[in-house]
């Protein structure tokens, strides 16, 4: 079982940012993903379609031999918090408490931001989860539910001024708010880092939730003693459910030109 797979999903190519975080820190690892490109977004569907989604993902997984499950999509992990996705004897983690974990390590005023997809927003996950462990924290939500397609279309660049000025409406909350630590709750959110940097200064601190799920997974498989024995490089399949040539392009953003992986186009039932 060393030997099987790490698999991840999310409902677009936001989850690259995880397997780009795993492929570093877990070269030797085989890994699949699953991009459900053709409903992109999830963030804005209902908890129930989404539920609904999130079901046949993980079952397209199961058909694989996985070890551990991620699921890099915020959205998702805020549903599944309430409404299992994956049997209790499997070993998966979303990306909401490992994200939480660090945002509670780095914050000195306990005041944290989290940004998100309306749907994750509106389910209150982050601060629950914040809350649980921590209820002195003040938590300050903001759904920004543009900066998807903003990413996905390439306007991430710190200069770029469409992606400054909606970042600079979205974000104004954390700073009247005085917060020092901000969890990018989707795992596109990452590629604007740059851009949030320039909003929010250099006293903020950003966790991306997508690479906090991978170092989560690397320190369970871990504590399991299933990591793998190889010594080569991990093989990298990635599938998505629309088309192959639209998601080339932004595997190629997320994970550069010279990633060595085989993409296939797959069917969810």
Known sequence: MKDYAIGVFDSGVGGLTCVKELKQILPNENVIYLGDTARIPYGTKSGDT???????????????KVKMFIVACGTVSSVMMKRPVFDKKKL????????????????????????????????????????DIAPDVKVVTKACPMFVPLVENGYTSPDDPISTAISRDYLNVMIDEEVDTLIMGCTHYPHLKG????????????VSSGAEAAKFAKRVLQNENLLSDRKEEG?????????????????????????????SQCVLK
């Not at 509670?104 to 989290?114: D, E, F, H, Q, S």
Request: charged share 20%; proline share 1%; aromatic share 10%.
């Open 92 to 131: 998966c983690t979303g990306v909401v408490y490992p994200a939480v974990a660090e945002a509670l390590k780095k914050t000195k005023n306990k005041r944290i931001g989290v940004i998100g997809t309306s749907a994750t927003i509106k389910s209150k996950a982050y601060e629950q989860a914040i809350n």
């Open 235 to 263: 093989r990298l399949e990635l599938y998505c459910t629309d088309s192959v040539e639209l998601f080339t392009e932004n595997v190629e953003t997320f994970l550069g030109h010279n990633i060595n992986a085989a993409i």
């Open 195 to 206: 851009v949030f940097e320039n909003v929010l200064g250099s006293g903020v601190s950003l």
């Open 50 to 64: 989404v539920y609904g989604y999130a079901l046949q993902d993980a079952r397209f997984l199961e058909e694989h």
